[in-house]
């Protein structure tokens, strides 16, 4: 696929349980970022790697939050007790590399909604 | 943290008409995105502007970068219903552009 992938597409969850969102960037784009979406809102970011190294995660709102992309490629974002203030939209993008001429290219995102 | 403020919250137009939007900020911007959001998608890079000043043209789009580095404007010239969406305006939160804030977005409705 030419495109940055997500799954599910849509979560429908439990208060109090787990979930694992996945993000398939671009292939060879060295740089992945996690946004969340509230409606009428604009993307809000969340963290961001380069290559597998997490470089900064000051936009994960807590401790319940965590993300990976150990082998530098496929990322998962966890969210570990799900709440319902945790329901939005959740997107991934992915850049060639960081920096101001390098576009991020958004997924389609996972809708994410905690009963 | 820094935020973007984005005008009108959203219009209704006739197809063929000119739109205008813009988008403040309290804090100089050295980058302004802006990005297209389709109903079900992710943003989509419209234009990119990286110079105070600069005007950039994309089509019928048209963007400018203001002199202040506080505001930008996107124009949208005989606008047809595929114009449809919101549009956000973005800038990098710091000096690495490794991570962008975004304003609330204009949403934009393109009558027939």
């Known amino acids: 696929g030419a495109g940055v992938s997500q799954s599910p597409r849509y979560k429908v969850t439990k208060r109090g349980q787990d979930v694992a969102l996945r993000c398939d960037p671009i292939s060879g784009h060295v740089s992945l970022y996690w946004y969340r979406q509230a409606l009428g809102q604009g993307p809000e970011f969340l963290t961001y790697?380069?290559?597998?190294?997490?470089?900064?995660k000051s936009g994960l709102p807590n401790d319940r939050f965590s993300a990976e992309r150990p082998e530098g490629s496929i990322s998962t974002l966890t969210i570990q007790r799900t709440e319902q203030r945790d329901s939005a939209m959740y997107r991934c993008?992915?850049?060639?590399?960081?920096?101001?001429?390098?576009?991020?290219?958004f997924g389609p995102g996972t809708r994410l909604t905690v009963l | 943290g820094q935020q973007l403020n984005q005008s009108p919250q959203s219009m209704f137009i006739q197809e063929g008409e000119d739109v205008s939007m813009n988008c403040t900020s309290s804090s100089i911007f050295n980058t302004w995105l802006w990005y297209k959001q389709d109903p079900g998608e992710g943003p989509v890079l419209l234009i990119a502007l990286h110079k105070a000043g600069e005007l950039t043209s994309n089509g019928r789009l048209t963007a400018q970068f203001g002199i202040t580095r506080k505001d930008s404007f996107l124009n949208i010239s005989a606008s047809i219903p595929s114009d449809v969406g919101i549009y956000f305006c973005a800038g990098p939160l710091n000096s690495g552009y490794s991570t962008l804030t975004f304003g609330k977005g204009t949403m934009l409705l393109v009558s027939p």
């Open positions: 993008a992915s850049s060639l590399r960081q920096g101001p001429y390098n576009e991020q290219f």
């Open positions: 790697f380069n290559y597998e190294a997490q470089q900064d």
